[in-house]
């Protein structure tokens, strides 16, 4: 027990080191990118073997509607989360429109696989709770790659947990048979959403890691600044004197 | 997995060819945009073989009524960003050239994935002398909230060019910079383009076209 325990610290303490050490010579906006670089290959073959084929083969045996009905269930299933971010974050107008949201689809929408709530004026917000502890005052962190799940801040990568099990309310069903079906369908329909796509990510990129994470980073500011973050345009046609940057209308 | 980054790509590639077309050129940002939007779903809409995604049509098609409303030179610009004032005017010419394909390349075969989408058109809040205008819209699907396209669009010589597109707060020209700057930092200003020429290489050969 007592050896079980310590070699479990001692692989621990291992594991960290080598991440330290993975970040020694790294950029300062990427301490973590030896290891990011790793973790992301890693990703993009679990991609290939597993999540891609699931999703093919799902898109094979089901009709568009029934996938549009899947997708709204699941989407259904995260308002409450999503309601329950916006009040903590001093939304209450927000909450009270995803409860809304919720309960209409939820009756009317015939147990969420109809997204009525839309077209009644009740639009799908996007919050999570690291948007939430980012409100707080609690700093991104550097970019870190999660096997499986992709790519996060350190803030974001410490609510993940809790995201996880919330933004799902599902995951809260006992039976692991049903439990398992809906993960793998949950899986299914979110991948076959942007099957295709990779190739224009393959396609567009010299170097594909790079360029999701500026893209993610991109976009984390995009949402700290609640869809309107202050945009510049350089103009390097001019000399360093005179070079202006100018805002824009919005 | 990245399922955000993926389903950007989707609504990126739909913004940049379904940018602006009108010939008119005191035509406002605004309608422009639009215009030229709902004129090119149209032809993707009832076009099978685009929907299969044949690759020589789809270029035609933004060929003919997308390209001559971007700028090109201030997109591939604000990707290098400061490194642009060392490049000589033939390496921006050169850089320009190549970077334009690689756009226009990738983000023309995405527009094949387009189908049920429907795009929304934000008033344009901007006084009229304005230079620089950000015309907004929001892509809706089913099950997932929309998705924001803006359009960066500068008045130069009469008329209204795009020079940038922002998909859900993304700059899809700006996002170059980082992978642009490692490879100029690397290998200089004709190593970039080398890179970027050889990439539009390998993808000519793999699509055909």
Known sequence: MKIAGFLKTSRLAFVAAAFLASCANAPPEDPFERYNRAMFSLNEKLDATVAKPVAKAYVAVTPAPVRTWVGNFFGNLNDPWISLNNLLQGKPADALSDLMRFLVNSTMGIGGLLDIATEARLPKHDEDFGQTLGVWGFHDGPYVMLPFFGPRTLRDALAFPLD?????SWHFVSDIATRNSLTMLQLASDRARVLGLER???????????????????????????????VEYENFDLDDDQTETTGETQ | MTKELFTCCLMLASALFTGPAIASEDAAPDALVR?????????????????SGDTRRVLALVDEKVLPHFDFRRMTMLAVGK??????????????????TLLVRTYSNALTQYRNQTIDFKPLRASLDDKQVRVKTEVSQ????????????????????VFDVIVAGVSLVTNYRGSFGDEIRARGIDGLIASIEAKNKSLETAQGG
């Open chain 2, 35 to 51: 215009h030229v939007s709902e004129e090119v779903l149209a032809i993707v809409r009832s076009d099978k073989a685009i929907q």
């Open chain 2, 142 to 161: 089913p099950g997932a909230q929309p998705i924001s396209i803006d359009y960066s669009l500068e008045k130069a010589n009469g008329s209204w060019k």
């Open chain 2, 83 to 100: 490194d642009w004032r060392s490049a000589t005017p033939e390496q921006q010419s050169r850089l320009t050239s190549a970077f334009r």
């Open chain 1, 200 to 230: 224009t990510l393959d396609e567009a990129t010299l170097d594909k890691y790079r360029y999701s994470r500026d893209f993610y980073l991109q976009q984390r500011r995009f949402k700290v600044y609640d869809g309107d973050p202050p």
């Open chain 1, 164 to 168: 996880r099990t919330f933004d799902d």
